[in-house]
Nanobody
Framework: QVQLVESGGGLVQPGGSLRLSCAAS????????MGWYRQAPGKQRELVAT???????NYADSVKGRFTISRDNAKNTVYLQMNSLKPEDTGVYYC????????WGQGSQVTVSS
């Protein structure tokens, strides 16, 4: 059974930082493309960042230069370091694993507010 378990969300002031983690089980983690998506209230889920099995990364324009995705294949974990957070970064952040099938975590709330 595939499980993706996110952690690290919370409330942060504008300009602050958070790091999300996603621990995967039930898959051969090292060969999967891993990603983070987010969904703001009333909006569709959108791509934030992805990282391939070889470490190539891709970011949404809105987070380039502020967010960094990374992976630790020994720990079956993908991370999202979020710096210089803005109120518009608020939303539920979902971990994603894809190869042929797509898998999703349960989501982690990130709220950026003063």
């Amino acid at each position: 059974q595939v499980q993706l378990v996110e952690s690290g969300g919370g409330l942060v002031q504008p300009g602050g930082s958070l790091r999300l983690s996603c621990a995967a089980s039930g898959i051969d983690f090292s060969i999967y493309v891993m990603g983070w998506y987010r969904q703001a209230p009333g909006k569709q889920r959108e791509l934030v960042a992805t990282i391939s099995s070889s470490g190539n990364t891709n970011y949404a324009d809105s987070v380039k230069g502020r967010f960094t995705i990374s992976r630790d294949n020994a720990k079956n974990t993908v991370y999202l370091q979020m710096n210089s957070l803005k109120p518009e970064d608020t939303g539920v952040y979902y971990c994603n694993a894809r190869l042929v099938a797509w898998y999703w975590g349960q989501g982690s709330q990130v709220t950026v507010s003063s």
